[in-house]
């Protein structure tokens, strides 16, 4: 019996080897989709600032971090010593969830189970068992978690990191809980949380960032002509166009002068400054304002809005529609903040979605290399053959099982370490789908790396989710040349099902 299951698991190794040439690699400048979406039926494109349109150097998330960290010392009394710390560009990914009372960072899957092995406090892992200790088990109660835009409120003690200007303030958090445990100087977990948050925030609200941007934009700007490009093609193509933004005008002039020249308002029908997002697409309460050039109110009353002008103030969408006579489904919009960008509008408005993920670039192509997609697809072949092989009862065959699981556990950290050593993919915990992936789903209706892939499609193309089968169903159908390491799962089970005739 041994050597039959030794023999099928050599067989499956044999026949994983031979399949990996066949499996096809991942354009990583391709738009995928999470619902289906014509392009023919959008004649509106509306636009986020900030990592949609303007890309930024990794020398920003060091700014960030520096003058907080500053800001820490010298407006909150913490210690000199926190200047030691640096930015850690490979420390944190997005998504991660942060329990505000145990100070506490890690990542959470889709079912609310924290993946073990991606719990830091401070810089230092915490062990799986101390983990399971503290929250009886590693599942988080819904009453815990973040709540609906990912903030930590009304008793919710977990915070959730989904902008990508938040990786410099997780760092920041880890790096001053590490120094305290350090040096052992008693903190309380939330004093520290809020004084980081706050510090953060002044960077952004008080214009230090926006300053350090505009004195020295070819440092931080990127990828300028692509963004200008797809304007451009959008343009000539009679489609409408806006800008929403949290950003203040003076900072977004600055930058869309860099990107497309002193006449980019030219090609918005609308451009919205200051927009308090979240809030904008909900808050019932304060009308549009106009803006002028140099930044000044003005008191008038918004009847319509016009082209060429700069509109501001905490808005709210509802007057959007009416002023503008857009609505729902020719509407799409590209934002890279799931929640302040895209939630809204897809629950409460009908707009179509589309999320800006400048990480998907680096993760797939590392998806792409032999090593990722030999151990990968082993990892699946392996899953299979447990699976199928687990329901012999007899002592060599559960001994062999059990090898396999071993083997199969030691993969499992490597599958997460290729991405990121200490937290793994943006999208994946070591099987299931992130909580940040859940998310993405949920409220983006396509997904991409950058908003130059509408470079490589018409405005006639369809855009088709894959039809991946649910658990319950065959996959009888054909399979995509990028699904074929399910081709290889239904392979290994018709092999394991005819192996178990041969025991029987």
């Known amino acids: 019996m041994g050597q039959r299951l030794w023999a099928s698991y050599n067989e499956a190794k044999r026949q994983t080897k031979d399949l990996i040439?066949?499996?096809?690699?991942?354009?990583?400048?391709?738009?995928?989709?999470?619902?289906?979406?014509?392009?023919?039926?959008?004649?509106?494109?509306?636009f986020d600032y900030d990592y949609t349109l303007a890309f930024y150097s990794k020398h920003l998330h060091t700014l960030i971090f520096n003058i907080a960290r500053d800001i820490l010392i010298t407006q909150h009394r913490y210690p000199e010593g926190l200047r030691e710390y640096e930015y850690i560009a490979d420390f944190a990914v997005r998504g991660l969830h942060y329990d505000v009372q145990k100070a506490l960072l890690m990542k959470i899957d889709a079912f609310h189970y924290i993946q073990l092995g991606t719990v830091y406090r401070g810089l230092n892992p915490v062990p799986d068992q101390e983990v399971i200790a503290m929250y009886e088990g590693s599942h988080v109660p819904l009453d815990i978690m973040s709540d609906f835009y990912g903030k930590s409120s009304q008793g919710h003690t977990m915070k959730q990191f989904m902008d990508i200007f938040s990786l410099p303030e997780m760092t920041l958090l880890s790096c001053v809980n590490d120094f305290f445990m350090r040096h052992n100087i008693d903190y309380e977990p939330v004093h520290l949380y809020k004084d980081v948050k706050e510090a953060i925030r002044d960077v952004h609200v008080k214009g230090i960032m926006y300053r350090a941007v505009e004195a020295d934009i070819d440092k931080y700007i990127c990828y300028g002509e692509e963004s200008h490009a797809v304007l451009k093609k959008l343009s000539e193509h009679g489609k409408k166009m806006f800008l929403i933004t949290n950003s203040p005008f003076d900072f977004v002039n600055r930058g869309m002068s860099y990107i497309v020249g002193k006449d980019w308002r030219d090609l918005f029908d609308i451009v919205i400054v200051q927009a308090d997002k979240p809030s904008f697409f909900n808050d019932r309460r304060k009308p549009f304002r106009q803006v002028t050039d140099k930044g000044a109110l003005l008191w008038d009353r918004i009847h319509k809005l016009e082209k060429g002008n700069i509109y501001k103030q905490v808005t709210y969408l509802h007057h959007f529609p009416a002023l503008t006579g857009?609505?729902?489904?020719?509407?799409?919009?590209?934002?890279?903040?799931?929640?302040?960008?895209?939630?809204?509008?897809?629950?409460?408005?009908?707009?179509?979605?589309?999320?800006?993920?400048?990480?998907?670039?680096?993760?797939?192509?590392?998806?792409?290399?032999?090593?990722?997609?030999?151990?990968?697809?082993?990892?699946?072949?392996?899953?299979?053959?447990?699976?199928?092989?687990?329901?012999?009862?007899?002592?060599?065959?559960?001994?062999?099982?059990?090898?396999?699981?071993?083997?199969?556990?030691?993969?499992?950290?490597?599958?997460?370490?290729?991405?990121?050593?200490?937290?793994?993919?943006?999208?994946?915990?070591?099987?299931?789908?992130?909580?940040?992936?859940?998310?993405?789903?949920?409220?983006?209706?396509?997904?991409?790396?950058?908003?130059s892939c509408l470079l490589d499609y018409d405005f006639k193309h369809t855009f088709f989710p894959r039809r991946s089968p649910l658990q319950h169903e065959s996959t009888f159908w054909p399979q995509h040349p990028l699904l074929s390491s399910q081709a290889l799962l239904l392979f290994l089970q018709k092999m394991c099902e005819n192996e178990t005739v041969l025991f029987i």
């Open 326 to 451: 857009w609505r729902g489904s020719k509407v799409l919009y590209f934002g890279d903040h799931i929640y302040s960008d895209l939630a809204d509008l897809t629950l409460k408005h009908g707009w179509r979605t589309g999320a800006i993920i400048p990480e998907l670039r680096k993760e797939i192509k590392i998806m792409n290399t032999e090593q990722y997609v030999h151990m990968t697809t082993w990892l699946q072949a392996l899953t299979g053959l447990i699976e199928q092989m687990q329901v012999h009862p007899d002592p060599v065959s559960q001994a062999v099982v059990h090898e396999w699981i071993k083997e199969r556990e030691a993969m499992k950290p490597q599958t997460k370490d290729i991405f990121n050593a200490q937290f793994g993919s943006l999208f994946r915990t070591y099987h299931n789908p992130t909580y940040f992936s859940r998310r993405l789903a949920r409220f983006a209706d396509i997904y991409m790396a950058s908003i």
């Open 21 to 46: 040439p066949d499996i096809a690699s991942t354009d990583p400048d391709t738009i995928f989709a999470n619902n289906e979406i014509s392009l023919r039926d959008i004649e509106i494109y509306g």
